[in-house]
């Protein structure tokens, strides 16, 4: 079985943070709270996932942070915390610089590529970076799940492919 991999969205991490004006996310048929959020992850920890804080939900949210009418430096701390928790790897956090070579001009040369399509579907430039940070983890084998309040961010998850079958001697 392939190790799992969570993708924190802005919107759930913004939840997951109490951001005043973005305690939930989603529709109201999959709504996400802080407290769904916090029980999962801390499920998804003790099962060995890992998890990843892609650059743009790292901005966005700081952006939201920034201009939220909330104690904006205890916010910003708890957000600090999980960047410098991902900065160093610390488990459950992926390394940050396992994304580095998503920034490297090839890749946003791809990106400049596509990103017009995707945003004529609207999709966001900042969801096209998620979405290639899930492709990225997938493709490395794990089974990936973007935590995202966003039906149209949700729909790019990778799918989930079938295990390789070994051969009985």
Known sequence: MSKRVFILDTSVLCC???IPGKETAG???????????????????????????????????????AQSSGDRFKLAH??????RS???????????TDQGR??????????????????AQKLTIGDATIKYVAEHYALAGFHVEILTG????????????????????
């Not at 991902?86 to 940050?96: L, M, Y």
């Not at 998503?102 to 945003?119: G, K, M, Q, R």
């Not at 966003?150 to 001697?169: C, E, I, S, Y």
């Open 27 to 65: 529709p109201v048929t999959d709504r996400w709270t802080h407290e769904r959020i916090d029980q999962l992850l801390e499920t998804e920890r003790q099962a060995g996932s890992i998890f990843v804080l892609p650059l743009a939900a790292l901005i966005e949210t700081g952006n939201h942070i």
């Open 78 to 83: 708890s957000l600090v915390d999980h960047l």
């Open 86 to 96: 991902a900065a160093e790897a610390t488990s459950p956090w992926a390394a940050f």
């Open 150 to 169: 966003d039906a149209g961010l949700k729909a790019h998850q990778p799918a989930r492919l079938p295990p390789v079958p070994r051969r009985r001697r």
């Open 102 to 119: 998503l920034w490297e001009s090839e890749s946003l040369l791809t990106l400049a590529a596509v990103w017009p399509e995707l945003a």
């Open 16 to 18: 997951w943070l109490k």
